[in-house]
């Protein structure tokens, strides 16, 4: 039997797919449509014209089209999803009585779940919906208000299905000629809504197992709203780039579309969407054109949403229509309807004006730390802040024997790890990574080649010996560096063999792997003897444990930590791939450096004309001299300055109730000291000594140095907000919604900030952040002072006002 319409995706595989639940609903559908149809409003309609969807031409017919019309002054009322209609019907048969309230007709809809009552319409109670509204009173139910126009249409149902039928003094009954006379020419012009302003309409749900909120009807002309915001507005701005039009071929999908969206917006409420729907230009068109269902598009809309609030918690309109509330409101969805504020999205706008202004600030420390000059060589300002988090990830992979400890569990020795993704368009200018990659690890590939020589030689060996030869025993080599096809047997293997002694206590040296197409690196790990690496790279970025026990020969038994650095580039789309909603809880995100290189705004780079070997040069004798530097890292000061960056973050949030924004911040402070580490290592290279081949000992970091690691650390809190911000918003929001809301706003510490003038007094800042205490406001003030975003400009102590005086600096607020 073919349960599916025409035209529709349930059909073939993905009909089969469903689950048996779902296989039901359809064939009820199905088996709905082949049900006799009937308008009980309606004794019939003035002749029109229709296009025919199979053969695409016109055809005259009393089509179904409410300006077309002549009432029959008769009514129904739909009541659904009632769990038991037997039941409801029983308790009218004792309260009412059908024959006064002139009721004809009692069914049990097709699908079982519902009833439908027809009667006579009296000119003394309204229009269809007062005298609808009126029957619902009598009977104690709630009305399907999308039935309140003139051309809506019912399924009968078979004989059986009967509760109650007065047919024979419905046909003797005479209609309310004064009714049809006042109201038909009305229906005509379009309008259906309630006579009666203080009637109420609502949706149809749980009828008669449990009470329903009620929503005030508004009378025509007055523009329907959404949380004290006009609809029609809304939906303006969420179609303002294009309309549904004709020649797309995209009405009926969209109008779909609206509807879904609409009754996640109005509580489920059929007759308000319904009303908007058609009321869209549009959507009128195709009702003109070809007598366009708009009520069973609704009806679709009403189960597309059913089902989706059976497999998620709360489900959430469109992304374009999430964006169009931001748009016209100011404010987003969740903040609306739930009271409370959503993490930061970082726009492209906002990164890429932060990008330039981070390139003049490593531009400026550079006088400190003058590597950066040759690492960031060709590249223009807004590309400094990629350069910088690819060198520091070469140069940390140097410093595989060194370690620090850090202020959770100061007690374990912590070893640099990086896990860096740099994101552009292709042909962005992502090649200077390759560049860093030849000149910084050129220490770890001349150490390679003598395993790799030594590997290759064995399997020739093996290759040529017989099967009753003595086989040569296989060669315990290190090789570090490794390609994104790498089995993971080979890689475990290298890995545990990468083992020095430094002051007398093994350490498992760093793999490190570098690819320039991270969609290349995705797509091998999905099959072959290297799938799936994300367990590895988890476990790498906190060094954690990990092991195999495999009954392959070739595979070692053995527990390990994994000591790992990957630093790749790649697209958007490549991103996409890599960290997604479905996999976002696994962590990867915030254990990952996403940095974006913004595209090139047809610029071109600069013509260079005079070959320069110095700079490879420099980069490539630091890289020898990190390659031999072992030993504890005297980076306390460090460690704490990025605690306290932590701690004024997680006030940050705190305040703005973000649980995204606290996920996001976690790790953050781990990569403001790894990536800043190479670096402040050689400004202070003069406070070393050799012990032996190695270089050690103990230095002090200084203001400098806070400069560069707060540098990096705000870097990668803002760019882990831009790329997943939304994602972890989603998450918290619904672990298993697959939704994705990617809006920009400012949240409440931001705009509290801005409202501040630029001089201002403690009572300045209790007012604009809305504080409590003049303990609050010292602690507030305090963080703004330590982030740099403002100074102290007289004291009250010194002052002649009495009044302590602040001013901004001018400094970016992330």
């Known amino acids: 039997m073919k349960f599916c319409k025409d035209m529709t995706k349930d059909k073939g595989q993905t009909f089969l797919k469903k689950t048996n639940q779902q296989k039901l609903l359809l064939f009820a559908e199905y088996e709905k449509g082949e049900h006799p149809f009937i308008n009980f409003c309606a004794r019939g309609y003035d002749e029109s014209e229709v296009k025919d969807k199979k053969t695409g031409k016109m055809k005259k017919g009393p089509w179904r089209k409410q300006k077309y019309v002549h009432l029959s002054g008769l009514v129904a009322i739909d009541i659904d999803h009632v769990e038991d209609p037997q039941a409801v019907f029983e308790r009218w048969q004792k309260e009412v009585d059908f024959k006064a309230l002139k009721i004809y007709l009692i069914y049990v809809t097709p699908r079982g779940k519902g009833l439908r009552v027809v009667f006579r319409c009296e000119l003394s109670r309204g229009n269809l919906i007062d005298n609808q509204m009126w029957m619902c009173e009598k ?8 039935c309140k126009d003139a051309s809506r249409g019912y399924f009968l149902t078979s004989t059986e299905n009967f509760l109650y039928d007065d047919l024979t003094q419905m046909y003797a009954d005479e209609a309310d000629e004064e009714f049809i006379q006042k109201y038909e020419p009305e229906y005509r012009a379009g309008n259906s809504s309630s006579t009666q302003t203080g009637t109420k309409a609502s949706k149809s749900v749980g009828q008669g197992t449990k009470a329903v909120g009620q929503v005030d009807a508004q009378p025509v002309g007055d523009p329907l709203k959404w949380r004290g915001y006009e609809i029609q507005e809304i939906i303006n701005a969420r179609y303002s780039e294009k309309i549904p039009c004709k020649e797309d071929s995209n009405r009926h999908t969209e109008s779909l579309k609206l509807a879904t969206d609409l009754l996640l917006m109005l509580d489920g409420d059929k007759g308000q969407v319904l009303q908007i729907v058609k009321s869209q230009p549009w959507v009128q068109e195709i009702i003109d054109e070809r007598n366009e269902d708009v009520e069973q598009t609704v009806d679709s809309a009403a189960d597309c949403v059913a089902q989706k609030e059976k497999k998620y918690a709360g489900s959430l309109p469109s992304k374009v229509m999430l964006e169009a509330v931001q748009k016209v409101t100011g404010r987003t969805y969740q903040e609306i309807i739930k009271g409370v504020s959503q993490t930061v999205i970082v726009s492209d706008a906002d990164i890429d004006r932060w990008l330039w202004d981070w390139g003049k600030q490593i531009e400026a420390l550079a006088e400190d730390f003058p590597l950066i000059k040759d690492i960031c060589k060709g590249l223009k300002l807004n590309q400094y802040p990629a ?7 070469f140069l940390m992979t140097l410093m595989t024997r060194c370690t620090y400890r850090f202020y959770h569990r100061p007690e374990e020795l912590r070893r640099l790890n990086n896990s860096t993704l740099i994101i552009g368009d292709p042909a962005s200018g992502k090649s200077f990574a390759t560049r860093l990659y030849k000149l910084l690890t050129a220490p770890i590939v001349d150490a390679d080649k003598k395993g790799k020589e030594a590997i290759n030689a064995y399997r020739e060996e093996m290759k040529t010996k017989g099967a009753n030869k003595e086989k040569p025993k296989k060669p315990k080599v290190v090789v570090r560096i490794h390609p994104a096809r790498t089995s993971n047997a080979q890689f475990i293997q290298d890995m545990v063999n990468a083992v020095e002694v430094v002051d007398g206590v093994e350490m498992q040296l760093h793999m490190l792997t570098f690819d320039t197409e991270l969609d290349n690196t995705v797509t091998v790990q999905k099959g072959g003897s290297w799938i799936d690496k994300q367990s590895l790279e988890l476990k790498a970025f906190h060094n954690e444990e990990d092991g195999q026990a495999y009954s392959n020969i070739d595979s070692i038994l053995q527990d390990f930590v994994v000591t790992w650095n990957y630093i790749y580039t790649g697209t958007p789309n490549a991103l996409k791939k890599k960290v997604n909603e479905q996999n976002f809880g696994s962590g990867l995100a915030t254990r ?38 072992k030993g504890e890292l005297t980076v306390e000061k460090l460690v704490d300055e990025l605690y306290d960056w932590t701690a004024r973050r997680m006030a940050d949030a705190k305040d703005n109730n973000s649980k995204a924004d606290e996920m996001l911040l976690k790790r953050c402070s781990y990569h403001g000291l790894n990536f800043a580490a190479p670096f402040i290592v050689m400004r202070h290279w003069d406070k070393l000594h050799q012990d032996g081949e190695y270089w050690c000992g103990e230095f002090e970091t200084d203001e400098v140095d806070w400069k560069l690691s707060e540098l990096i650390v705000n870097i990668q809190y803002a760019c882990q907000r831009h790329y997943f911000g939304a994602m972890a918003e989603t998450y918290f929001d619904n672990k298993n919604r697959e939704a994705s809301v990617n809006v920009k706003r400012q949240p409440r510490t931001v705009e509290a900030f801005n409202r501040l003038p630029d001089e201002f007094t403690p009572e300045d800042v209790m007012r604009c952040f809305n504080l409590a205490t003049d303990g609050a406001v010292h602690s507030k003030t305090r963080r703004l002072l330590d982030d740099h975003l403002i100074e102290k400009v007289s004291d009250s102590r010194k002052s002649g006002s009495g009044k302590t005086l602040y001013r901004k600096t001018g400094s970016i607020i992330v």
């Open 387 to 393: 350069a910088l988090f690819v060198g520091g990830g």
């Open 592 to 629: 990952l450096s996403c940095i974006p290189l913004p595209a090139t705004n047809f610029e071109m780079m600069d013509r260079e004309t005079r070959v320069d070997y110095e700079s490879d040069n420099l980069l490539k004798d630091w890289a020898y001299k990190l390659d031999k530097m």
């Open 139 to 146: 009977l104690g139910v709630e009305p399907d208000a999308s």
